[in-house]
């Protein structure tokens, strides 16, 4: 059963492959493309300062 369902799975992969690209090789093409462009590498975020335990609503002890 795990087989079929397995076949099933690699059946509906290729028919929505060749649905939008019209072969293997172009989606295979389109993959080495995506693969290819430049990463975007983003500045680093900077670090938030986590306030002590209590915050500013803390109760003062009286």
Aim: charged letters at 25%.
């Amino acid at each position: 059963m795990d087989r079929l369902c397995s076949e099933i799975g690699v059946s509906r992969l290729v028919n929505e492959i060749l649905a939008r690209y019209d072969s293997v090789d172009a989606f295979c093409a389109h993959l080495r493309r995506l693969l290819d462009e430049p990463t975007v590498e983003l500045p680093p975020v900077p670090a938030v300062s986590v306030p002590g335990p209590g915050g500013r609503h803390r109760r003062g002890t009286a």
